[in-house]
């Protein structure tokens, strides 16, 4: 039974999705128990699974059986394999337990915002965990490419089955989406001509036994590629066109659970690819392209913040500090020096928790006062405590202060940047951090003083319902319980801060030999 | 760099023409999903541009004059089934070890037409992966396709400028703080939404 924990983790929400589907067509008060029982097992798959990693190291899973072949024909793979060591373990537990807390906020938003559609919504919603999981967990590159799509199939459906806008924003992902996916299928292609395999770890041995493999232009074209298409699919600055729109637009379960997800999965994956697959050594000794995709990066930090800083549109500038995040990891990554890449793979968990827990928070604020706005925030701390003390966390988090999370994956980068020589890299992590400090600092002033805001006329706080139960009437305790988990999660990735980064060290492994 | 004679130039451009073929159809598909306005037209790109992809895929597994991997009764499968897991470059190396595995068993094949080893195996790998992606772009035009009815229901356009002015005009109609749309609770507020 311990055995098949990776693929009971990859069943459940998969039969969970199936089932809905074929036994409860008609009846959406199914909907939400089949999520939470599917997750909840998928959970506890995860959990032990890491446990069963943290005591045996590398897990390595030959799904239905089929071994690799004799020595004799090089011990290929011929079936897909799944892989789980430390960082995947983690990533793993991570992304099931966003979905399963989200579930929570989800649970009292289906009907509303979804009416007659709550079990389609459920089967995506699903459907999007099996995909993001399988992204994390496999290693075989054809594999990866296929769960890629149906995260993206899912994620584009779950974002069209929203507002009237929504169908648009989602029209333009399609396109941005499908390119990308296209271009990562073409450099696997490359590679598969290549080596003659797909199984990312049968590629890198070819890859590190051949000098003459490494030398191909195809190779690079290959790693060009796939790096390419990763970019689209995550964001990356002048690549991020599709993103704010899809995640504003989108039903608010949906942005809550993509916004954390999807981008950070893709900083996963390429993480993967380039520490598993093309390998640290390759990338940064015979491909000279650190100067160029670090100096790519910071323009995305800047242009992120200062989007963020433009909007007014509270949603809007979460999505933008979500593509000044995406610069932080993938230049953390680029530098190629181990502190860069524990600080990239570290942001990747504590970016995933505190965006949670602002989107969450900001959704229950939204839905309070019934605006989009940064006025919105009037008087928050005193209608809603709760919603407010978790966005403090997230925000304090965002600009980087210490019991947060924020801080400490920062912290790795910033060393990784001092450490590389790149101090543009450091310069723009430390302006956005200021610009991120301005940005919630201005909430806090709306949230806290009785000002004018913007063009709307005098506020009176004194003017708003004051009847101290309504606060927990209107914001359900199923999403209040969702924002205490998320708060503490920031917090606890924070102060665990040194086991993370043990384990994101055993996983960049001592055999990786780091560029200079 | 040498200078290639006339006669290999011409060889590497024919040699390679379904390399060429599919990064046409590429550069088509990606021209026409960036620059044109329709968005039908838009979809029409982005499926030239996978069938790019496939093409590249499927030409690649393609070989002269091989057979269809299955195989024969009586042959020591394991040994067979091995060699058409390799990749092209193993091809010929591994054609050889194929026909030396099934000298023994040639009277079980012996109507085949030629020996195994010269017809060799085609890979099938690639033809496979390729079935999923076309499984995988069929669903993304669905579901595109879909997208794009909506945008038709509610813009009454399918032209992306023409919708871009409708988004434009109907967010500066709505006065700014009441953009309040189907994800706020009405309740909440008490008050009506027009």
Request: proline letters at 3%.
């Amino acid at each position: 039974m311990m055995d098949q924990m990776p693929t009971i983790l990859m069943l459940a929400p998969f039969i969970g999705a199936v089932g809905l589907s074929l036994l409860a067509w008609r009846r959406p008060a199914a909907a939400m128990p089949v999520v939470f029982g599917a997750l909840a097992i998928t959970v506890l798959a995860a959990v032990l699974t890491l446990r069963e990693v943290l005591a045996n190291g590398t897990i390595t899973y030959l799904l239905s059986g089929w071994d690799r072949l004799p020595e004799r024909a090089e011990g290929m793979a011929v079936g897909i394999e799944y892989k789980i060591d430390a960082f995947n373990a983690l990533v793993l537990v991570l992304i099931p337990a966003i979905a399963l807390i989200n579930a929570l906020y989800l649970r009292t938003r289906l009907a509303v915002e979804c009416a007659g559609k709550e079990i389609l919504y459920a089967i995506l919603y699903l459907l999007l965990v099996v995909g993001l999981c399988g992204m994390v967990i496999t290693n075989d590159a054809f594999n990866l490419y296929v769960l890629l799509e149906i995260s993206s199939l899912t994620s584009y459906a779950l974002i069209g089955i929203g507002r009237r806008r929504a169908a648009h924003a989602t029209f333009n992902y399609i396109m941005t989406g499908t390119i990308g996916a296209s271009f990562f299928l073409l450099g696997v292609g490359y590679l598969y001509i290549q080596v003659g395999t797909l199984n990312i770890g049968d590629i890198h041995e070819a890859l590190m036994a051949s000098s003459e493999l490494r030398g191909l232009a195809s190779i690079k074209v290959a790693a060009m590629m796939i790096m390419a298409g990763l970019w689209l699919k995550m964001g990356l600055f002048p690549l991020h066109g599709w993103l704010p729109n899809a995640y504003r637009y989108a039903p608010t379960a949906t942005g809550s659970l993509m916004a954390p997800l999807v981008t950070k999965v893709m900083v996963v994956v390429m993480l993967r690819m380039m520490v598993s697959l093309f390998g640290l050594d390759y990338l940064f000794a015979e491909l000279n392209w650190r100067p160029v995709i670090v100096g790519i990066a910071c323009v995305a930090i800047l242009a992120g913040s200062f989007f963020a800083l433009a909007q007014r549109d509270i949603r809007g500038m979460l999505c933008f500090l979500i593509v000044a995040e995406v610069g932080y990891m993938v230049g953390g990554a680029w530098l190629g020096n181990e502190a860069g890449i524990t600080g990239a793979a570290y942001h990747v968990l504590s970016d995933a928790c505190m965006t949670f827990c602002l989107f969450l928070a900001v959704a229950a604020i939204i839905l309070r006062t019934g605006e989009h706005r940064l006025s919105a925030f009037r008087g928050a701390f005193r209608k809603m405590p709760v919603a407010m003390a978790a966005f403090t966390v997230g925000a304090l988090s965002m600009v980087g202060l210490p019991p947060t999370c924020g801080f400490f994956s920062k912290w790795y980068l910033l060393i990784g940047g001092v450490e590389a020589g790149q101090w543009h890299y450091v310069a723009c992590l430390l302006i956005s951090s200021l610009v991120n400090a301005v940005l919630f600092f201005r909430i806090f002033e709306i949230a806290l003083m009785k000002v004018e805001v913007e063009e709307s006329g005098s506020f009176d706080v004194d003017a708003l319902p004051e009847d101290p139960e309504d606060r927990w009437v209107r914001v359900p305790v199923g999403t209040i319980v969702a924002m205490i988990v998320a708060a503490t999660a920031v917090l606890m990735i924070g102060l665990l801060n040194r086991p993370i980064a043990s384990f994101i060290a055993t996983w960049i492994g001592q055999a990786v030999e780091v560029a200079p | 760099m040498e200078l290639l004679t006339l006669t290999a130039q011409f060889e590497w451009i024919l040699g390679k023409s379904n390399y060429w073929a599919s990064t046409v159809l590429l550069l088509i598909g990606l021209h026409a999903m960036i620059s044109k306005n329709n968005l039908i037209k838009k979809l029409i790109g982005m499926s030239i541009f996978q069938t790019g992809i496939i093409l590249f895929y499927v030409s690649a597994g393609a070989k002269h004059g091989a057979q269809i991997p299955i195989v024969h009764y009586g042959h020591d499968s394991h040994e067979s089934h091995d060699k058409a897991a390799h990749a092209a470059e193993h091809a010929a190396d591994a054609g050889q070890q194929v026909a030396e595995a099934a000298a023994p068993a040639a009277n079980h094949a012996a109507d085949a037409t030629h020996t195994l080893g010269e017809t060799l195996y085609a890979n099938p790998l690639p033809h496979v992966l390729m079935l999923t992606a076309i499984v995988v772009g069929v669903a993304t035009l669905g579901l595109a396709l879909a997208m794009v009815q909506k945008v038709y229901a509610a813009y009454g356009s399918i032209e992306e400028d023409e919708v871009l002015d409708a988004i434009a005009d109907s967010t500066a109609d709505s006065t700014a703080d009441n953009t309040v749309d189907s994800t706020v609770d009405r309740t909440v507020k008490g008050t009506p939404e027009a």
